[in-house]
């Protein structure tokens, strides 16, 4: 590997670290996190550039088997056993993600159940306010309606004694 070629891929290997790092770093905060912030994060972990890195670290192991000084080697295998680490890290990370990606998920679906059934309550107690109201009008519109009738069969007593009576005052008949 050259030393563009491997300042490249330490780079990516670095910029991955880095990612792995910060998101380690955050899960250690005590501020839950959002199922989407950890979708997120676990989206972020290149898992192909690790792999990448111990496959290029294997093969040049191989040509410093067959061409290389031993202290090559020895440095060669300490950065392969490195990646192996960093890959092995990521993906508990990664299982990590999604276990707690599947627990904020469960937790906000039951925070949106919760908030929807106390937009409900608040609902259904307007709706018993209502009701209560409603019965309440509904018990004056019936006494209002037993003064009515009270009314209409006095006014109807004294329009019926009148004709008996031949009398011109009548009193005009009532809508009911």
Request: include cysteine; charged fraction near 30%.
């Amino acid at each position: 590997m050259s030393r563009v070629t491997q300042s490249a891929a330490e780079m990516g290997n670095l910029m991955s670290m880095t990612i792995i790092g910060m998101i380690l770093q955050a899960l250690a905060t005590s501020t839950p996190r959002t199922a989407a912030e950890l979708r997120q994060d676990r989206n972020s972990i290149d898992m192909a550039a690790l792999e990448a890195r111990v496959a290029e670290l294997e093969t040049d192991r191989r040509r410093l088997l067959l061409a290389g000084g031993n202290d090559a080697l020895r440095a060669n295998d300490d950065a392969l056993v490195d990646a192996r680490i960093d890959v092995e890290r990521a993906s508990a990370l990664i299982e990590e993600l999604d276990r707690l990606a599947a627990e904020a998920e469960a937790r906000e679906a039951a925070e949106a159940l919760k908030a929807d059934a106390e937009v409900a309550q608040r609902e259904a107690d307007k709706l018993a306010e209502v009701c209560r109201e409603i019965d309440d009008l509904a018990d004056q519109i019936q006494d209002r309606l037993a003064i009515a009738a009270v009314s209409y069969a006095a006014v109807n007593r004294w329009n019926v004694s009148a004709a008996r009576a031949q009398s011109v005052n009548r009193l005009p008949a009532t809508p009911l």
